[in-house]
């Protein structure tokens, strides 16, 4: 299959777009009742321009699937006292369904701190560990939101996992860690794998279900896929080409990968759009249980 055959695509932005749309539907049903809209508030601290560019893509989605957007924007030198004062406000206010706090936060700000601040039933991201320990108890809660959208996106494409050898490579709490339970739910035998793995590219190829969350441009090449493996390419890095333009690639070789692979997905236009979508559905969610 040629790597310029797009048959093979798990499309992120396509199934992205389906969701938002049925979140839309579902929203305006509750409007139409009389019920106020959901409500996603987003906080943003400093001045990372990738932050800026993020934030703004989920107000604008937030906005095409109905969903009212509230926006808290501190600098860089924000105090911490600052920071937790505005997230209990947002706690306590009946308008707001799901917090959402732009990582990666300044070096002065404790992540863990801040994100624990949150209210477990608003954390939008699915990254309080509580929502965390729900996962790993296999209890009902509020996802993160990438390993959602990988395995939406995986369901959307009629993947059967039940039975199959996953491998993922990366053990962040973001994504590795989550990701391992969520393809267990569904009866995959997962392997986790690091920069530390001894023959990674073996592992690798024993895997009908490859996902690569390692932060390392190109880190996994196309020959370490096994034919008919489905690829999911959780990484987004910035390269300069012989050129000097800028380009975004994946942490997987995505021209020899998806000459083999029976499905792969692309970045960008990959798993991005389904993080995006899944923020969204967390928080239709919470505000579905806060109307109850």
Not at 6 to 22: M, T
Not at 72 to 90: G, N, R
Not at 140 to 154: A, E, Q, W
């Amino acid at each position: 299959m040629s790597a310029l055959d797009v048959s093979n695509i798990l499309d992120g932005k396509q199934v992205a777009n389906l969701v938002r749309e049925e979140l839309r539907l579902k929203v305006d049903g509750f409007v139409q009742q009389g019920k106020r809209r959901p409500g996603l508030a987003v906080v943003l601290i400093g001045e990372n321009p990738a932050s800026h560019v993020y934030v703004k893509n989920k107000i604008a989605a937030c906005k095409k699937a109905g969903i009212e957007s509230f926006f808290h924007q501190f600098a860089v030198d924000v105090t911490l006292p600052e920071v937790l004062s505005c997230i209990k406000k947002l706690n306590n206010d009946e308008n707001v369904d799901g917090i959402l706090v732009q990582l990666p936060l300044p070096k002065h700000l404790p992540t863990d701190e801040v994100l624990e601040a949150l209210s477990p039933d608003k954390d939008a991201d699915g990254l309080h560990p509580y929502n965390l320990g729900q996962l790993f108890s296999g209890k009902d809660g509020l996802r993160p939101c990438t390993p959602k959208g990988i395995m939406v996106l995986l369901d959307r494409y009629g993947v059967n996992l039940s039975g199959k050898n996953a491998v993922v490579v990366g053990r962040s709490n973001l994504v590795g860690k989550p990701i391992a339970l969520m393809l267990q739910e569904k009866n995959a035998t997962v392997t986790m794998c690091h920069s530390k793995t001894a023959n990674l590219d073996e592992v690798c190829r024993s895997a009908d279900v490859l996902v690569v969350a390692a932060g390392r441009e190109n880190m996994v090449r196309g020959s370490w896929v096994k034919p008919g493996a489905v690829v999911i390419d959780v990484g987004i890095n910035r390269i300069e080409t012989p050129t000097g333009e800028s380009q975004l690639v994946g942490d997987v070789e995505f021209a020899g990968a998806a000459e083999v692979a029976s499905l792969i997905t692309p970045v960008p236009g990959g798993v991005g759009p389904m993080t995006v979508a899944m923020l969204l559905a967390n928080t239709v969610a919470a505000y579905e249980k806060h109307l109850k």
